[in-house]
């Protein structure tokens, strides 16, 4: 009953915002005259989502299926790589000042030199950047947790006389999901925003993108603020699998503390 | 990484970072040489790049492109390189608006949200879930304002929706690391703060700013990237012309008749980001006084601190 | 039966020329089969680093240590310690149980017998309920215990402890040195206990070493009284006069230091 009663507690703060947002934007909209071009009100735009569903759901799933792709290979190779430079130390001096500098630029802007490469009739392209995109933080944290060792846990093993690998087995690798999971977290939220944005580049007009820029082509605003909302659900629908994966993996983080 | 590393690490990583970009120069030309032309298929679908001239040109003519004219036989030659630089810095120009409109709007808004609890609360997790979805997608209705938008007397100007888009990008991570940073001091100090009689504003001067300059420098390189990334998507999906998103699509679809050329303004797109990142950490290394504060815990610097991370480290005392 | 540990002469150095920390020098002590030994003094006297000796967690710089009549090295290999630090160490992602089986499972013991002897051990320290919860449902005192559990889990003739309670507040401590004080009389293991505190020293050992820094070596031993160690003993007259010895041991050398 507790756990239900701070629950609410936490969420009823974002979700009165969210209402009352919705509702002053509404309102807004109706008080200020404004032009759909410039802010459609909320009441249509959930008609157009509603109106076009089909055309939105065919969208997203070509849109999802470039992110889906895009993120396994991603956290696969970003998930071995760790691993591999977690035993040589030449391949982690070699990534990490790369995956630094690779934060600091858009990935994204090579889809055009990948769209010649393959040709810009494949779905390859786009899931390549979505790969790229996912591999680095997926990486980055995974190598990270592979590095750290509890002190304490590292004399024990030692007192124990196990041998290198034994201590990655039993410590390392288990002590390093949480960081894994951190980096899947933001990869899987990447992978959406980056197949997204990867689609602006031409090529194939299945996805969200070219059908908000079409939309907005048309002039039907509502219609493209509603793509909008459909992206920004697909979004969220990758964050949320990846937490639950999350939750699934590590059951022992789900159990609170005793007093 | 808010610590800088001495001076001999740093050295270090640099050197390593030319290693790896050669590296990876020479996989590309290995690749071009070892793999066949029309590259490799499994039954319709390419899986493996073409290695032809055309879609793969070498290392050294991407690097010849800089030189080229821009139009060939055009009077007053201006080169590639000359193009692109002159679009990188228009591009950098409006997404340092936008990175400075944003940063100081999130700070101001994680301010309220460390002063006024309930805002906190119905805010941060709306912040925390905006890094998580592709408002990137708002860009080219953003962009339909187009000049026919009047705000507070001053008209829309195109470039004004890059650099919303890019504020927009850069707005949220400076709050959740802001927040964060403001929040950090632990519940000794802020006590003894209170033993002084210290007023609110005092407290954030004296206290939570200082220990917020770890947390914040890692946001705000995550908030430039961001900012460079947005405005160039943002010109890619508006056509904005001048910015480097123009251009890169301009070359691109040149591309069959100078393949190489669409790299030279990815190259600056990509110098652009550096130089974004770069500025923060010359920030960084101007606020050196502040480096004593221990590293926050075991978050990823290059992202967005959403949720809980793990901490590894409780600080018990050995004897 | 032959004696549990037999260090001698052995000194143990950090560094080189001028910067050198002289951590032990030239240590000699013998702890008899099933004898509690406590190793007290100030910090830096070099108690915790010996005990890292006599555990082969780090190599002596001069002389010898002989565990179970094996040299260290032998004697980690063959499992004949348990080790109990102050922080339990214990693995997030395992259940209790599977903490205690540890050492076990790392040295190719059959799962039946692991679980029995899991079982028998959390019997031991009382925990026999929180066989299958995680520790960080577990409060520090209890988290302590598993350690506890999980060092004695190969049945070693002797327990290395490094400051297992110094995280824990007084009652708790207490508790827990009455609690250790039974599982040691029902194993009979030889204890080699590391401690910041005269009264928990006294009331765990039968020989109370004291040592003292700079360089790090043993200044006194004191012996405690065979008396039954139950609460009446915290209370009683041979107690205070063992922790008054103590303390001048350790006074009279931080006094001349």
């Keep these: 009953m507790r756990r239900l009663r701070s629950a609410w507690s936490a969420a009823w703060p974002p979700l009165a915002f969210g209402v009352a947002f919705l509702a002053l934007w509404e309102a807004f909209v109706d008080w200020r005259d404004v032009e759909p071009f410039v ?129 990655t087995r039993m410590v390392r690798l288990p002590g390093a999901l949480p960081f894994f999971f951190t980096g899947l977290r933001i990869a899987s939220s990447t992978a959406v925003i980056a197949a997204i944005v990867s689609e602006y580049f031409g090529g194939l007009q299945k996805g969200l993108g070219p059908a908000i820029t079409s939309a907005a082509a048309a002039s039907a605003y509502p219609r493209a603020w509603a793509i909008v909302v459909a992206a920004i659900a697909l979004g969220l629908v990758f964050y949320l699998a990846a937490v639950a994966a999350e939750w699934l993996a590590m059951p022992w983080r789900r159990l609170s503390v005793a007093p | 990484m808010s610590a800088l590393l001495p001076r001999a690490a740093q050295v270090k990583r640099a050197a390593w970072l030319l290693v790896a970009i050669l590296g990876l120069c020479v996989l590309w030309e290995l690749y071009k040489l070892l793999m066949p032309d029309d590259g490799v298929s499994i039954g319709d679908t390419l899986v493996l790049p073409r290695t032809d001239d055309a879609s793969m040109p070498h290392i050294s003519e991407i690097i010849g492109t800089f030189d080229d004219p821009e139009v060939a036989g055009a009077a007053q030659a201006s080169t590639v390189g000359s193009a692109v630089s002159s679009a990188a810095w228009y591009s950098l120009r409006l997404a340092a608006a936008g990175f400075l409109f944003g940063s100081l709007v999130g700070f101001a808004l994680a301010l309220l949200m460390q002063r006024v609890r309930i805002a906190e609360r119905a805010l941060m997790p709306w912040a925390v879930l905006s890094q998580t979805v592709p408002l990137i997608a708002l860009a080219p209705l953003v962009y339909g304002w187009g000049a026919n938008l009047t705000l507070f007397g001053l008209d829309w100007q195109p470039w004004m929706s890059v650099s919303i888009i890019s504020a927009y990008l850069a707005f949220v991570p400076v709050t959740v690391g802001a927040l964060r940073g403001l929040q950090s001091p632990p519940a000794v100090q802020t006590e003894l703060l209170a033993c002084y009689a210290a007023s609110w504003w005092q407290t954030v001067l004296r206290l939570r700013l200082p220990a917020a300059v770890p947390y914040l420098i890692p946001a705000l390189k995550l908030a430039a990237a961001s900012a460079v990334i947005g405005a160039i998507v943002a010109e890619i999906s508006t056509g904005l012309a001048g910015g480097i998103g123009r251009l890169i699509i301009t070359y691109a679809q040149q591309a069959t008749g100078d393949p190489a050329r669409v790299y030279a303004p990815i190259i600056g797109a990509a110098v652009m980001g550096i130089v974004a990142v770069g500025s923060i950490t010359l920030l960084d290394i101007g606020l050196r006084r502040f480096q004593g504060i221990p590293e926050p815990s075991a978050e990823p610097d290059i992202a967005g601190s959403v949720g809980g991370g793990p901490v590894l480290r409780p600080w018990r005392s050995r004897a | 039966m032959s004696d549990a540990i037999t260090i001698a002469g052995v000194s143990k150095r950090f560094g080189s020329g001028a910067t050198a920390v002289h951590a ?142 110094g995280a824990l507040d007084e009652m708790t401590r207490e508790r827990m040195q009455a609690e250790l004080i039974r599982i040691c009389a029902e194993t009979s293991a030889a204890v080699v206990f590391v401690t910041h505190s005269i009264p928990e020293a006294v009331f765990l050992s039968r020989r109370v070493v004291v040592m003292s820094p700079r360089p790090g070596r043993i200044t006194a031993t004191v012996e405690v009284p065979d008396v039954v160690r139950n609460e009446d003993f915290r209370e009683d007259e041979r107690f205070y006069a063992a922790v008054t010895e103590v303390r001048e041991a350790l006074r009279g050398r931080l006094a001349a230091a």
Aim: aromatic fraction near 6%.
């Design chain 1, 39 to 167: 802010l459609p009100k909320p009441s249509v735009i959930w008609e157009q989502l509603t109106e076009n569903l089909d055309i939105i759901t065919r969208a997203m799933w070509a849109t999802a299926q470039n992110a889906l792709v895009g993120l396994a290979i991603g956290v696969v190779a970003g998930l071995l790589m760790a691993i591999l430079a977690a035993r040589l130390r030449t391949l982690d001096e070699l990534l990490t000042p790369l995956s630094a500098a690779v934060a600091a630029i858009p990935i994204v802007a090579l889809t055009p030199v990948l769209n010649t490469m393959f040709s810009t009739t494949s779905s390859i392209p786009r899931r390549l950047i979505v790969a790229i995109v996912v591999f680095f933080p997926v990486f980055v944290n995974t190598a990270r947790g592979l590095r750290r060792i509890e002190p304490v846990h590292a004399e024990l093993m030692r007192s124990y006389a196990a041998g290198p690998w034994t201590t």
């Design chain 3, 24 to 165: 032990l020098e030239s240590v000699d002590l013998v702890v008899g089969p099933g004898e509690f030994v406590s190793l007290i003094g100030p910090s830096g006297c070099g108690k915790s680093t010996l005990l890292r000796i006599i555990a082969d967690l780090i190599p002596p710089t001069q002389g010898t240590v002989v565990v179970a009549d094996k040299p260290v090295g032998t004697a980690r290999l063959d499992q004949e310690y348990g080790i109990a630090f102050q922080q339990a160490g214990l693995l997030e992602w395992r259940s209790v149980r599977a903490n205690i089986e540890l050492p076990l499972q790392l040295h190719g013991v059959g799962r039946a017998e692991r679980r029995a002897r899991a079982m028998e051990l959390l019997e031991l320290v009382g925990l026999e309920e929180f066989a299958d919860h995680h520790p960080s449902q577990l409060s520090g005192g209890m988290q302590q215990r598993v350690a506890i559990a999980r060092a004695l889990a190969p049945r070693p003739a002797l327990l290395l402890m490094d400051e297992p309670f």
